[in-house]
């Protein structure tokens, strides 16, 4: 039977192994709405901000390995999830973003709500796809899907205008085509070899998506047999075992000192899958002003991050798994225990946890979260300086634990932890999230207890954006501005969602509440000193 354009994009998006859909419904895309009802493929959430939907989309492929789908309408609809895109864009995930768009009679005439959607999401997008042509519907879905994940995986936009998705598809759906990504060259790999044998300061750097339990044994492996330190690039902690003897820390915003201090002292720095941006490289300064990157040996799957900054030296275009694998594999081994026991032992002090004058201390709520709490619990953050405290005392033991932009993006936490929690209904989740953060999107506490989700929130409430409130102390003291908030009863506004909430205002308070707040949808109200504004500082009077 012939199916409609709006029927075959469904089918597309099954055959590819999507199992849920996030979602803010519009006229423009209705028969997509209405070709998803009465299936059981693909799972439809309604959220009630189509940055939330983008945001579940986002996690939920760095949580399953697939593709993540929001849908949203034209104009409005599509621009507020522009902060999705991008984070997908910057966390190298793989993502559809499918937009409602105006009749193609009306394209170019500035109709209500159209945009132009080449013009405005041709920058964060791998590819911008317009389906005008209903014939081409499989054709157009298939590539959609296959850009999505290959090469450097990224987001899409696949463009619906409302007066095509009726008409006849022609051909069915087809799944997209797999494509195998490089192997690291068999006399690449003998090249690294040769640098591991000599080096005598190497450092083994993880980063990038889309990680397997293989690859995290591969590491494990290459880590072992040669002697290396491991670090993990911004946000990636959940790469390598935190509690393994050669883990030594994550180099990002507010990285330990004496990590970098190590990574600039080192003769060998293996880097596979990180991207080495602006926050991994401490704002490009590791590896020296000159362009030249003497001690950098650097794998990644995209050739267009290979020599952007630096000119390593050696550089190999190749997939992360096809990399570790081929480098787990080499003959031959070194041993550099002082070194790897230094690197852990820097590590080891800096994530002790530090102390605050007055009120809560996020760094002892954060470690008691860590050592009590199972080791698949999932934790998921926005961005803000109550993040700080996350990536630093928190130690990830297992693959899949922790959903958090790269891109620094607020609001992202209690997105993602729906999306975790509805993905991974037996696991326990926790967001983290400051005031400002928070209400980027505590809209979706309705979609919580709409879905039946069961995250636990816990949010850190010093009445002010902390990350500006800190750099204002800094740059012009005295003088704050812009930053100072006027919040609700957080807990009061989570029971008002059905969820149960607590609030605590002393540190021994915390492991009570969290006792009583575990398992179900929950929210802890934890009211902390504005003077402490981020761990082992803080604000002193003037500031």
């Not at 000119?311 to 031959?332: K, N, S, W, Y």
């Not at 003077?531 to 803080?538: H, M, T, V």
Request: a negative charge; hydrophobic letters at 45%; glycine letters at 8%.
């Amino acid at each position: 039977m012939t199916r409609t354009v709006a029927e075959t994009l469904v089918d597309a998006l099954a055959l590819a192994g999507v199992t849920h859909a996030f979602a803010v419904p519009g006229e423009s895309y209705l028969p997509v709405l209405d070709a998803l009802h009465g299936q059981s493929r693909i799972r439809l959430i309604t959220c009630r901000h189509e940055a939330a939907a983008a945001n579940m989309a986002e996690a939920s492929a760095k949580l399953s390995g697939k593709i993540g789908v929001a849908m949203v309408t034209r104009g409005p609809g599509a621009t507020h999830a522009a902060i999705g895109l991008h984070t997908a864009q910057q966390d190298s995930t793989p993502m559809l973003l499918l937009v409602g768009q105006v009749g193609t009679d009306m394209l170019g005439r500035e109709a209500f709500q159209e945009v132009d959607y080449g013009a405005v999401f041709g920058t964060i997008a791998k590819r911008v796809i317009l389906i005008s042509e209903p014939a081409r519907t499989t054709e157009h879905m298939a590539t959609a899907l296959s850009c999505a994940l290959s090469g450097r995986p990224g987001p899409v936009v696949v463009v619906l205008p409302e007066d095509r998705l009726l008409h006849d598809a022609v051909a069915p759906a087809v799944a997209p085509a797999t494509i195998a990504a490089p192997a690291l060259a068999a006399t690449a790999a003998q090249a690294i070899a040769d640098r591991l044998a000599r080096a005598e300061r190497p450092l083994l750097l993880l980063g990038g998506p889309l990680w397997t339990e293989a690859d995290v044994t591969a590491a494990t492996t290459l880590a072992e047999r040669w002697g290396l330190p491991v670090i993990t690039s911004w946000r990636r902690k959940d790469r390598f075992d935190n509690h393994h003897h050669h883990y030594a820390g994550e180099l990002g915003l507010g990285a330990n000192p004496a990590l970098v201090a190590r990574v600039k002292a080192a003769d060998l720095v293996l880097a596979i899958g990180a991207r080495l941006g602006e926050n991994v490289t401490q704002a490009y300064t590791l590896f020296g002003p000159a362009g030249e990157a003497p001690t950098l040996v650097h794998l990644h799957p995209d050739p267009d991050a290979l020599g952007r900054v630096w000119q390593p030296a050696l550089a190999a275009h190749c997939g992360i798994a096809e990399a570790l694998a081929a480098l787990a594999a080499l003959r031959g081994s070194a041993s550099h225990a002082d070194w790897v026991s230094a690197a852990r032992a820097d590590y080891v002090a800096w994530t002790q946890p530090t102390s605050v004058s007055h009120g809560p201390n996020p760094a002892a709520i954060v470690a008691h979260l860590s050592e009590t709490l199972p080791a698949n619990s999932i934790f998921c953050n926005g961005a803000g300086n109550f993040a700080a405290w996350l990536h630093r005392f928190h130690h990830h033991r297992q693959l899949g634990t922790q959903l958090a932009p790269t891109s620094g993006a607020m609001g992202y936490g209690v997105p993602a932890g729906i999306a975790a929690s509805i993905l991974h209904p037996n696991a326990q989740v926790i967001v983290l999230a400051g005031d400002g953060d928070f209400l980027m999107s505590g809209q979706e506490l309705a979609t919580v207890a709409h879905e039946g989700a069961t995250p636990l929130f816990i949010v850190l409430d010093n009445g002010q954006y902390g990350t500006i409130r800190m750099h204002q102390a800094r740059d012009f003291p005295g003088r704050q501005s812009g930053t100072c908030l006027t919040n609700p009863d957080f807990a009061a506004f989570a029971r008002s969602f059905g969820l149960h909430a607590e609030t605590v205002r002393q540190t021994e308070d915390f492991s009570p509440a969290l006792a009583r707040c575990l398992g179900r949808a929950a929210l802890i109200h934890v009211l902390t000193d504005p003077q402490e504004i981020s761990p082992g500082r803080r604000l002193e009077a003037g500031q």
